[in-house]
T-cell receptor, first 112, second 114 residues
């Protein structure tokens, strides 16, 4: 069935760039999302990309999509302590009753 | 515009009891989805409601049920609670269940079963 995979942990020094990777299996994925979850909170939509795009930039965030390899990444420039959170990759398409499939999340830890 | 509102934020119940969680979607959103989040299993989809009808269902036992009202508010019920039901329950709303519509999440209800 459809699956979304992410590494569980990432440690980055404050000020460096963080790159969180995600792979998915459904070749008909149309929409791909990144959500952020801070402790004790729900999921906050960070950014999304349509499958007909390769890249999307929004301030410190850059999303890269390699559709051939079914690989999505989120780059956070100049990582700050406030970026410490769990980041979820998710995908959906219209052929699967519009269900959204989430990865298990990557916990980003910021080193001083 | 108010976001997705979930009540209560925290609940403590004992095994065998039942619980009802509530979700008010963003104004104008008619689709509501429920997820269970646990450290081991991540985010697991429970069900989605649209126009008072269950549209999609995840792989959960029949103890988990839900409904949606005409004002799009949704409730989720868990009967005969088990220890393993302890989790963060998240509700998300979107305009309608079209893949291009983004889901917005509430802060969740943290359920502890003792």
């Amino acid at each position: 069935g459809e699956d979304v995979e992410q590494s569980l942990f990432l440690s980055v020094r404050e000020g460096d760039s963080s790159v969180i990777n995600c792979t998915y299996t459904d070749s008909s994925s149309t929409y791909l999302y990144w959500y952020k979850q801070e402790p004790g909170a729900g999921l906050q939509l960070l950014t999304y990309i349509f499958s007909n795009m390769d890249m999307k930039q929004d301030q410190r965030l850059t999303v890269l999509l390699n559709k051939k390899d079914k690989h999505l990444s989120l780059r956070i420039a100049d990582t700050q302590t406030g970026d410490s959170a769990i980041y979820f990759c998710a995908e959906s398409n219209g052929n699967r009753d519009d269900k959204i499939i989430f990865g298990k999340g990557t916990r980003l830890h910021i080193l001083p | 515009k108010a976001g997705v509102t979930q009540t209560p934020r925290y609940l403590i119940k004992t095994r065998g009891q039942q619980v009802t969680l509530s979700c008010s979607p963003i104004s104008g959103h008619r689709s509501v989805s429920w997820y269970q989040q646990t450290p081991g299993q991540g985010l697991q989809f429970l069900f989605e409601y649209f126009s008072e009808t269950q549209r999609n269902k995840g792989n959960f036992p029949g103890r988990f049920s839900g409904r949606q009202f005409s004002n799009s508010r949704s409730e989720m019920n868990v009967s005969t609670l088990e220890l393993g039901d302890s989790a963060l329950y998240l509700c998300a709303s979107r305009v309608n269940p079209d893949a291009k519509n983004i889901q917005y999440f509430g802060a969740g209800t943290r359920l502890s079963v003792l």
